[in-house]
C-alpha cells in the first residue's frame, strides 16, 4: 500500500479538515490529500473531483495505489457544483488561482452554509480570494502561511455567515492571521519581506509613469511599520 507524502502546501491544508469530516477535494490532480487524511484515520471517506480526465486518471492511479478505491469517490466534473447532493462536510479547494477558487465558490450555492467548512488555498491573486470572501459574507476564521524554497503559500479556513465585512488593505494583501501571529510565525518577516520588495517594484515602475497610487503607497508604509 503506498503512502504519498504531503507537501508542506498541502500539509496546511489538511491541518484544517475535520476529524471524520465528509472531505471534498475539488480540482483534486493527484488525489494526496484525501489519501494522506485517510491514512492519517482523520477521515473515513472522501470525494475527489477534477475537469479533466487527466489529472483525474492521475487520482484514481494515486487511490489504488493506497487500497482506497472503496473510500475515495472519484467524480469528473466542473468545480464544487457536482458535489451538492452528495452531503459534503469539508470541502477544499487547493492549488488554483485565487479567481478561480472564487468563480468556484460562486457556482456552487450548497457552500453558503455555516456547516461547510471551507479550505482555500490560492496560488495566486490571493487577495482577491480574500476580497471575495469578505464581500459575499464568508468568515474567514484562520489563514496558515509556509514557505518551500523561496516560494509562500498560504491556506484559508473560511465559512458562510451571510454577514459581509471589510478589512484593511494589509489585512487583503497579506491575510488577517497572518498578520495578527505575526513575527510568532518563523516565516513572517520573510513573507512580509517579499511582500514588500513586490510592491516597492510596482510602484516604482507607477511613479517612473507618472501614475503614482495613493492607496498603494500608503499601503507599502503600512507594511514597512510592520517588519
Ligand atoms: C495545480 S492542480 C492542484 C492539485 C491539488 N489540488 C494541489 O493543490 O496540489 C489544479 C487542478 O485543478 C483542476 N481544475 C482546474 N479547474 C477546475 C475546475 N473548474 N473544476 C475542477 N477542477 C479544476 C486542474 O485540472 C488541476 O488538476
Excluded: W
Excluded at 477534477?50 to 469528473?76: I, M, S, Y
Excluded at 468545480?79 to 462536510?89: D, F, H, I, N, S
Amino acid at each position: 500500500m503506498s503512502k504519498p507524502a504531503l507537501s508542506a502546501r498541502l500539509r496546511l491544508a489538511a491541518a484544517y479538515v475535520r476529524q471524520g469530516a465528509y472531505f471534498a477535494d475539488v480540482g483534486t490532480d493527484h488525489a494526496y490529500l484525501p489519501v494522506f487524511l485517510i491514512q492519517a484515520g482523520r477521515i473515513a471517506r472522501a470525494v475527489a473531483t477534477d475537469v479533466r480526465e487527466g489529472p483525474l486518471a492521475h487520482a484514481a492511479a494515486t487511490v489504488e495505489a493506497a487500497g482506497l478505491t472503496e473510500q475515495v469517490r472519484l467524480l469528473l466534473g466542473d468545480g464544487a457544483a457536482p458535489l451538492a447532493p452528495l452531503g459534503v462536510t469539508d470541502v477544499a479547494l487547493c492549488g488554483m488561482g485565487g479567481e478561480l477558487i472564487c468563480r468556484l465558490l460562486d457556482e456552487a450555492p450548497f457552500l453558503r452554509d455555516p456547516r461547510v467548512r471551507l479550505i482555500l488555498q490560492p496560488m495566486s491573486r490571493a487577495h482577491k480570494l480574500r476580497l471575495y470572501l469578505s464581500s459575499h459574507g464568508f468568515c474567514q476564521e484562520d489563514e496558515s502561511l509556509c514557505r518551500a524554497g523561496d516560494k509562500f503559500y498560504t491556506c484559508i479556513l473560511a465559512h458562510y455567515t451571510g454577514m459581509p465585512y471589510t478589512e484593511r488593505d494589509a489585512e487583503v494583501y497579506l491575510g488577517r492571521s497572518i498578520l495578527e501571529r505575526g513575527k510568532a510565525h518563523p516565516d513572517f518577516s520573510a513573507y512580509l519581506t517579499y511582500y514588500i520588495g513586490r510592491l516597492s517594484a510596482r510602484l516604482a515602475g507607477r511613479r517612473a509613469v507618472g501614475n503614482a497610487s495613493p492607496r498603494e503607497e500608503r499601503l507599502l508604509l503600512d507594511l514597512e511599520a510592520l517588519l
